[in-house]
């Protein structure tokens, strides 16, 4: 419900006259959205993006020009819940701010989709300007932050994305103010695999220089905020033949809801799985010591670093609440470690 004027605000404050609420129409988020029933093959990037929106990790795709991983991206935000009354208010403040409502659309009651392009400047990705206006980071809030084409964003626009993801709120600071916005939201990332592209499709050009300055490109502390990295290669002849369709989001996301559901009650709050703490890891991933020392060693065969065993664990429970079991079992362990490049 929103008021039709400030006169009506005034009236009601001033003289207390009774406020003729207008009631606005929401948008059911079904419209218009791209469908993943629509993406041939690719099961196993689709199923690591329904384990990030299940869990609210952040993903990466990585793949040659091509290989649909901008497709898969945009079709993210099909498959998350509908917005809570309390996020529809939290975006619609900072669109307000932002100066990004209107007439057609006063309300933000669809989770918003940003895809800022890679030349975009750190004041328009973090906001500011003379009267403190939140940017992409912001906006973004409640839905996702599509960056495409990652690895050509400026340094300190993706240096600038570590205080969001790491705390949840961005901090601008002037000479006429200090303002923080907060800010959660999911970061879907694209990338080539190295300067051609086809790293993955086995004709690629680059030496081996030139491929390590470009993955260096994503620097660890970014890459160190990503649970999900996935490579996505083209699909084969077989896979193009195929008539078959997909599965389709709203199928996804049936499954993406419950297993909100379960994490909702699990930290008595609107958090997800990404967000646990070392406590609560220890407390919501409590593996058996076979199961540990199967972990430990399956990293260091695969040369994964000691580093992603929170992530892994932390992928792990989001499998297991997909599948709606309270154990952490091997084999939902084994699945994510097979989404670790
Ligand atoms: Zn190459």
Redesign the pocket.
Known sequence: MVVKSIADVVNFIENGVKIDFEKIKIEKDEDNILDFSDVKGQYFAKRAMEISAAGGHNILLIGSPGSGKSMLAKRMIGILPEMSENEIIESTKIYSVAGELSEKNPIISKRPVRMPHHSSTLPAMVGGGKKAIPGEISLASNGILILDEMSEFKHSVLEALRQPLEDGFVSITRAMYRVEFKTNFLLVGTS????????YEGN???SNI??ERYTKKLSGPILDRIDLIIQIKRLNEEELVNNKKGESSAEIRKRVIKAREIQFKRFKETRTNSTMTQEELKKYCDIKDEDKKFLISALENLKISARVYDKILKIARTIADLEGKEELERKHLLEAISFKK
């Open positions: 080539n695999p190295c300067p051609c592209g086809m790293l690629c050009k680059c030139e491929i």
